[in-house]
C-alpha cells in the first residue's frame, strides 16, 4: 500500500485542532509543524544505520548513526513550506529543493511556474511536503519532475488525503509511499477535501 496513515493519539488530537474553524494562523502554524515532525519520524522508519566508533565521557563506544542517505526535502509551494521546518527539526542536513505549482480551479489540474532541485537529486531520498492530498493532480505532476530528474527514492508526506488522489498516487506510482494523518471522506465539487482543513495556504499564512 501507498498509504500509511500515522494515527498515533497525539498525531489525531492535533488533527482535531487543525481542523477547527476558530484556530488562529499561529496555532495552525504550530500543529502543522508538530504534526509534520511526527509524519517525518515514521516517513523515515526505514533508514539504514551503521555502527561507528566516538570517543564518550568514559572512553571509545560504539553508537549507530544514519548509512550515508542523503535527503531532499520538497515543498509544493505555496502550501508546503508550513511543512518544511517540521521536517528541517529532525533532518538538518536536508536540502531543501522547490517545486511551485497552483491548480486552475477550473479544470482542478496543476500549473507549474517555478521549480529548483539540487544537482544531486537523483541521489537523494526525496520527500514532497503538501498539507492536502485531493485530486492527486499536483502531488502526481511533483512526482513526475523528481521521476524526470532521475530520483529513484520519492515518498510524500501529506497532512491530510482524500481516496480520490491517494488512488491516483497508488495506479500510477506504486513505488512512492505517502505518510499522513488521515484519510478523509471525499472531495466537493470544488475538489476541496471534507471535512478537510479549509483552504490549508490560506490558513498557513493568514490570507484567508
Not at 40 to 68: C, N, P
Request: hydrophobic share 40%; proline share 4%; with cysteine.
Amino acid at each position: 500500500m501507498a498509504l500509511r496513515i500515522v494515527d498515533h493519539p497525539l498525531v489525531r488530537h492535533k488533527v482535531g485542532l487543525l481542523r477547527r474553524n476558530d484556530t488562529s494562523t499561529s496555532l495552525f502554524r504550530d500543529l502543522t509543524r508538530e504534526i509534520t515532525n511526527l509524519l517525518t519520524y515514521e516517513a523515515f522508519r526505514s533508514l539504514e544505520l551503521e555502527r561507528v566508533e566516538i570517543t564518550g565521557w568514559a572512553g571509545k563506544v560504539r553508537v549507530e548513526k544514519i548509512s550515508g542517505k542523503k535527503v531532499a526535502v520538497v515543498p509544493i509551494l505555496r502550501a508546503g513550506i508550513g511543512m518544511l521546518q517540521g521536517v528541517l527539526d529532525l533532518i538538518p542536513s536536508a536540502r531543501v529543493n522547490i517545486i511551485g505549482l497552483y491548480r486552475n480551479e477550473e479544470t482542478l489540474e496543476p500549473v507549474s511556474y517555478y521549480h529548483k532541485l539540487s544537482s544531486d537529486i537523483a541521489d537523494r531520498t526525496a520527500v514532497i511536503l503538501d498539507p492536502m492530498l485531493a485530486t492527486g493532480n499536483s502531488m502526481s505532476a511533483a512526482i513526475d519532475l523528481l521521476k524526470k530528474a532521475k530520483c529513484r527514492d520519492v515518498r510524500a508526506v501529506c497532512l491530510v488525503t482524500a481516496p480520490r488522489g491517494v488512488r491516483k498516487i497508488e495506479e500510477k506510482y506504486p513505488d512512492v509511499d505517502i505518510f499522513a494523518a488521515s484519510l478523509d471522506q471525499g472531495l466537493n465539487k470544488n475538489g476541496y477535501i471534507l471535512p478537510g482543513l479549509g483552504d490549508a495556504g490560506d490558513r498557513l499564512f493568514g490570507t484567508r
